[in-house]
């Protein structure tokens, strides 16, 4: 089994920045694309930003230019640094990885147990 445990969220201020985080453990033996997907209240889940394995970043449009995502493969862990936050960014923020655990193992979806981002003055 496979687990990824966000941290990082909190309440900031307008303007604010935050860094996420999101570690995977348990029977990896291969990490592929990891995510972050974001959802508010009465809103649709959506992605925010994604890497693959190689570094290869995609970010959501309304994001671009303030959001930066990383990863350390060491570490099994991915980055979301989040610069001049706004109000609309308030959101439960899920870490999303695709994983192996063995190498004739396919591919499988894992979820984070989301961690809340509020932005307000």
């Known amino acids: 089994q496979v687990q990824l445990v966000e941290s990082g969220g909190g309440l900031v201020q307008p303007g604010g920045s935050l860094r996420l985080s999101c570690a995977a453990s348990g029977r990896i033996f291969r990490l592929n694309a990891m995510d972050w997907y974001r959802q508010a209240p009465g809103k649709q889940r959506e992605l925010v930003a994604d890497i693959t394995y190689e570094g290869s970043t995609n970010y959501a449009d309304s994001v671009k230019g303030r959001f930066t995502i990383s990863r350390d493969n060491a570490k099994n862990t991915v980055y979301l640094q989040m610069n001049n936050l706004k109000p609309e960014d308030t959101a439960v923020y899920y870490c999303?990885?695709?994983?192996?655990?063995?190498?004739?193992?396919?591919?499988?979806?894992?979820w984070g147990q989301g961690t809340q981002v509020t932005v307000s003055s």
């Open positions: 999303h990885a695709e994983v192996r655990s063995g190498s004739l193992r396919p591919w499988r979806d894992y």
